[in-house]
C-alpha cells in the first residue's frame, strides 16, 4: 500500500509559479512511474505529466508543455511538479498519483492506483 500526501498549492497571481510536492510512503518509490493530474469542479480528471521511475523520461499534457516540469527525487521520495507562466487556466485540485505500470504511455487514470488527497491551485488574473 502506497500513501501520497501532496503540498505546495495555493494562490498566485497569473504569471507566477508554484511547485507542488507529493511524499510517498509504504512502497518502493523508485520502482513507480508517477503522474500529475487536475481536477475542476464537473470535469474530468485531466492528465498533466507522468515521470518514471529513474526520472530520466517525462511526458505532460499538450495545456502544460513547455510551462510545467516534473522531476523526483528518490532518496526523499518525494516527485514534484514545477508550474511557470500560470494562468487562471490552471486552477484545479492537483493530484498525484502511483502506478506500477512502465512507459510514457502511463498517461490514464485508470493507469494509476494509488492517489493522493489533492492540493489546491487557484491562479487569480
Known amino acids: 500500500q502506497v500513501q501520497l500526501v501532496e503540498s505546495g498549492g495555493g494562490l498566485v497571481q497569473a504569471g507566477g509559479s508554484l511547485r507542488l510536492s507529493c511524499l510517498a510512503s509504504?512502497?518502493?518509490?523508485?520502482?513507480?512511474?508517477m503522474g500529475w493530474f487536475r481536477q475542476t469542479p464537473g470535469k474530468e480528471r485531466e492528465f498533466v505529466a507522468t515521470?518514471?521511475?529513474?526520472?530520466?523520461?517525462?511526458y505532460y499534457g499538450d495545456s502544460v508543455k513547455g510551462r510545467f516540469t516534473a522531476s523526483r527525487d528518490n532518496a526523499k521520495n518525494t516527485v514534484y511538479l514545477q508550474m511557470n507562466s500560470l494562468d487562471p487556466e490552471d486552477t484545479a485540485v492537483y493530484f498525484c498519483?502511483?502506478?506500477?505500470?512502465?512507459?510514457?504511455?502511463?498517461?490514464?487514470?485508470?493507469?494509476?492506483?494509488?492517489w493522493g488527497q489533492g492540493t489546491q491551485v487557484t491562479v487569480s488574473t
Open positions: 515521470i518514471s521511475g529513474s526520472g530520466d523520461t517525462t
Open positions: 498519483a502511483a502506478s506500477s505500470l512502465l512507459g510514457l504511455g502511463v498517461r490514464q487514470r485508470y493507469h494509476y492506483r494509488y
Open positions: 509504504g512502497g518502493t518509490f523508485r520502482t513507480y512511474t
